[in-house]
């Protein structure tokens, strides 16, 4: 099987206005069985964002292993998609990629500070509202795939015991060509996470500073309802769970 490289398959996402989150009369049902109000993803507002290039698939582990000299993954093979990354990790790839291609590196890290320097060519991490809009593609159903989800369209619902990741590109891509945006591995988006305002937002980036950075997309292991394009959640930057990375580039 030849050798994916994500950073040489960049998708070209032209900006937009969208409404990002979960409207009021969407609800799913939670692992517990109870209704889930969703409220992390609430209120549903009006976001704007500049054009942009993502990557066509999440960062497979023989690029991440090209780049870094090493291999978090619990899964491994080398179209996988790379996990166990943390965001640390997921940010000083992007720079040493961006090293690597003689382009400015988009963040300048100071032990545990990172400053993200939005002037920059080089690779980054999205956006949370990037990463919806893209993932989105235009839809405004739960999944791009409109109502429902399944295992015909993505790779998700897996026991802990039975887990494993499949090559990326394994199942087809969403209406913007973007492949494995739900199911498969989580994305880290640059973002702290923090509620959502209820005003209109132009490329917004997430609070000033926090505790936890956001993670979107679902995973193997995730049930549905944890792959719907407005479902958000976030972590501490050195966990390590089913997460990799989704390149952006201006």
């Known amino acids: 099987m030849e050798q994916i490289i994500s950073h040489k398959n960049m998708v070209p996402i032209s900006g937009g206005t969208f409404n990002m989150g979960t409207p009021d009369d969407e609800h799913h049902w939670s692992e517990d069985g109870d209704w889930d109000e969703a409220s992390d993803e609430k209120p549903q507002h009006q976001v704007t964002v500049s054009s942009f290039n993502m990557g066509k698939y999440p960062v497979t582990q023989a690029e991440y292993e090209a780049v870094m000299g090493q291999n978090p993954s619990n899964f491994k093979g080398p179209n996988l998609p790379v996990e166990d990354v943390t965001w640390f990790e997921a ?10 291609e003689g382009l400015s590196p ?5 032990d545990k500070e990172v400053l993200w320097n939005q002037n920059s060519k080089g690779y980054r991490l999205p956006t949370e509202a990037e990463w919806e809009y893209a993932c989105r593609a235009g839809t405004t159903s739960p999944y791009y795939t409109g109502d429902e989800i399944t295992i015909e369209h993505a790779h998700f ?10 090559p990326v590109g394994s199942y087809g891509p969403n209406p913007w060509g973007l492949y494995d945006m739900q199911g498969n591995v989580s994305n880290w988006c640059w973002d702290w996470f923090q509620e959502y305002p209820d005003t209109a937002q132009t490329n917004p980036v997430g609070a000033s500073s926090g505790t936890d950075r956001v993670i979107r997309g679902g995973n193997c292991i995730a049930t549905a309802a944890y792959l719907r394009s407005a479902y958000r959640y976030q972590s501490d930057p050195s966990t390590r769970d089913y ?4 390149l952006v580039r201006p």
């Open 91 to 100: 940010i000083d790839f992007c720079n040493k990629l961006s090293l690597q």
């Open 106 to 110: 988009a963040y300048t890290i100071k």
């Open 157 to 166: 619902d897996l026991t802990f015991d039975k887990a494993y990741t499949r």
């Open 243 to 246: 997460i990799g990375i989704r």
